[in-house]
């Protein structure tokens, strides 16, 4: 299997078409993509049989670093591409990746599988959970936001200062 991008055209008439397909790079050691994720910058990431990969949109570089993962089968990139998390129905919990080194920078949920994450639309927080344990970690100190924010700010105008937060979640 492979990947494919497919250019979105608007016409001067205001129409909108699909432009050709455009093959992107996947690492031969990938059977299959089983999951992909989009980058607000121009990265998608791929994950299947294990394996997890990020690719720029663009045709100036190639693959960035594959990473392993048994059992993963599910993938998400941060917005600016910088955080790669992987996690699978028969994978033991969520492994988060730095994308410039291809380095595990976290686990969660080590001893669950079907983990499940998304980012934040601005990046700065990872909703993640399996079944009846939820949460959201600050992608900066990579601690439960709640129990993070508890223990840097002092009162409630501090926390919303430094970060916006629902009032759920404090």
């Known amino acids: 299997g492979g990947l494919q991008v497919w250019p979105i055209q608007q016409s001067a008439g ?15 050691s990938l059977p299959c993509v ?22 720029p949109l663009d045709e ?5 670093p594959t990473v392993t993962h048994p059992g993963a089968n599910r993938c998400a990139i941060s917005p600016d591409g910088r955080w790669l998390v992987t996690s699978g129905t028969q994978a033991a919990g969520l492994r988060i990746w730095d994308t410039d080194y291809g380095r595990l920078a976290r686990e969660l949920f ?9 980012f934040s639309p601005d990046g700065r ?13 600050d992608c900066d100190a990579w601690e439960r936001a709640h ?13 919303q200062e430094h970060r916006p937060l629902p009032l759920r979640e404090l």
């Open 147 to 159: 129990d993070y924010y508890l223990s840097h700010h002092v009162t409630f105008s501090d926390i």
């Open 34 to 55: 089983q999951d992909v994720s989009l980058g607000s910058l121009g990265t998608v990431a791929a994950a299947g049989h294990g394996l997890a990969f990020v690719t």
């Open 60 to 64: 100036t570089s190639g693959i960035g």
């Open 110 to 118: 080590l001893d669950r599988d079907d983990a499940v994450a998304v």
């Open 125 to 137: 927080m990872l909703f993640a959970g399996v079944a009846g344990d939820y949460g959201f970690w």
């Open 14 to 28: 205001g129409r909108w078409s699909l432009g050709s397909p455009r093959d992107l790079p996947v690492p031969e």
